[in-house]
């Protein structure tokens, strides 16, 4: 899976129901590999008495895109980005449903969930930094 594949860094958990985990500076450019990225703990919440509510009312599914719309908001407010990989880890589900909960999350609520390798606005420098890389200049 390249470099930016990896297992959730855990530092502890916490008897408030939350986690610390290990982030990606939100100001490392996109490209950058993940191993060469300033990291950052953050501090994400697991659950809240509001949870089984929403599992109740709407389902799993539902559950599971207030949980990810949580920790997407914990990390940003804490200059932090997690990966789909890391996501994943933390719902307990595949890549790939993370991505269509981000995209379905993206187009019905007009919210854009930021994480590591989307959502992030790039400023001048970065895209002439993608378009040497690709060639495309």
Do not use: F
């Amino acid at each position: 899976m390249g470099d930016d594949s990896c297992l959730l860094e855990t530092v502890s958990i916490h008897m408030d129901r939350s986690i610390t985990i290990i982030g990606i500076c939100n100001k490392e450019p996109w490209y950058k590999k993940r191993s060469q990225c300033n990291r950052k703990e953050v501090t994400l919440t697991v659950s809240t008495p509001e949870d089984s509510k929403i599992a109740k009312l709407n389902g799993v599914a539902a559950l599971r895109r207030h949980r990810l719309k949580r920790i997407c908001r914990e990390c940003e407010e804490q200059d932090a980005l997690l990966s789909y990989e890391q996501l994943a880890n933390l719902l307990t589900a595949s890549i790939k449903t993370i991505s269509r909960d981000i995209k379905h999350i993206e187009n019905t609520e007009d919210l854009i969930l930021r994480t590591r390798g989307n959502g992030v606005i790039q400023n001048e420098s970065q895209n002439n930094q993608k378009e040497e890389a690709s060639g495309w200049n």
